[in-house]
């Protein structure tokens, strides 16, 4: 039987198009999977900041899971902006009642402009019922140093928060370093029953337009999981993408502050989906 590799993206709407829902559904669609999603909250923003937030009701919020759930069957699901306690719970829940096989959560607490999308009290829900449902979680800078409670400005220091974040009980941290000082970008990986991490390292692009990457690397990761790829592969090419995509749009003007990267420039060369084992690894 012919079939899609589906992603649900469980996270906000932006209204300027260009990260949350949108950049989900962008990202997916280029890369080759086919996209649901669920929304969390509806947001009025362009590229210069966010103006107000609606979050949808949690039972809202659980009937669009469970809808696609009981009869798309997702083969990953990222998990983006969470407002509150209560839609954290239902996400939680949705999670243990159906078993995804790939679940990838960026954790998105503040935006680029630098307004608070989460509030206080959901982040203990995040710690405690999200993190150890995940397969990988994509934390930037700014939301390790909310979750560990420490400084991360350094290379050294990201392998340690990652290190932290990895006891929470999620099987994987990838900690991104976009906001690292110098030319140079470099993310951090841990794995669960690895003592070592692994860094991707990549030039930095100068651009006023990244806007939404963080929301287009995790659902990029999240495509390549449900096409069959390993996850140390899928992170590989996700950041090429994503690295392209910057590149692509650097030069192109959307709105007066922060432009998306360009979603839809050449894709990087994907391989077919295949078939895989529970870890993600595909079978010979």
């Given amino acids: 039987m012919n079939t899609y590799p589906c992603i649900l993206s469980i996270a906000g709407s932006d209204s300027s198009g260009g990260a949350g829902i949108q950049a989900d559904l962008k990202t997916i669609s280029a890369l080759g999977g086919y996209a649901a999603t669920a929304i969390t909250a509806v947001t009025a923003q362009n590229t210069t900041g966010v103006r107000a937030i609606h979050a949808v009701p949690p039972e809202i919020v659980r009937q669009q899971i469970e809808a696609v759930m009981e009869d798309i069957r997702p083969d990953a699901v990222k998990i983006g902006m969470i407002n509150d306690t209560e839609t954290a719970e239902v996400i939680a829940g949705c999670l243990q009642r159906y078993h995804p096989r790939f679940v990838v959560f960026d ?13 206080e009290e959901a982040i203990h ?13 994509t934390p930037n800078l700014g939301e390790a140093e909310i979750l560990t409670g420490r400084r991360v400005a350094r290379i050294d ?9 990895l006891t929470l009980g999620c099987k994987a941290v990838l900690l991104k370093g ?11 990986l841990r794995t669960a029953g690895d003592p070592h991490p692994r860094l991707f390292t990549d030039r930095k692009i100068e651009s006023p337009n990244t806007h939404g990457t963080g929301c287009t690397l995790s659902s990029a990761i999240a495509t390549l999981l449900a096409l069959g790829t390993n996850l140390p592969r899928a992170i590989e090419q996700a950041k ?11 030069d192109v003007h959307i709105g007066q502050g922060h432009g998306p990267l360009n979603h839809f420039h050449a894709p990087v060369p994907l391989k077919t989906r295949t078939a895989s084992t529970p870890d993600g690894t595909p079978e010979p």
């Fill in 107 to 119: 954790p998105v607490m503040v935006s680029t402009s630098g307004h608070r999308l989460i509030k």
């Fill in 125 to 137: 829900t995040l710690v405690s019922r999200l993190m150890p449902l995940a397969t990988l979680i």
């Fill in 240 to 250: 090429a993408y994503v690295t392209a995509g910057i590149d692509a749009g650097k």
């Fill in 157 to 165: 220091e990201m392998e340690a928060a990652a290190a932290h974040l």
């Fill in 178 to 188: 976009g906001h690292l000082e110098g030319g140079e970008m470099c993310d951090v």
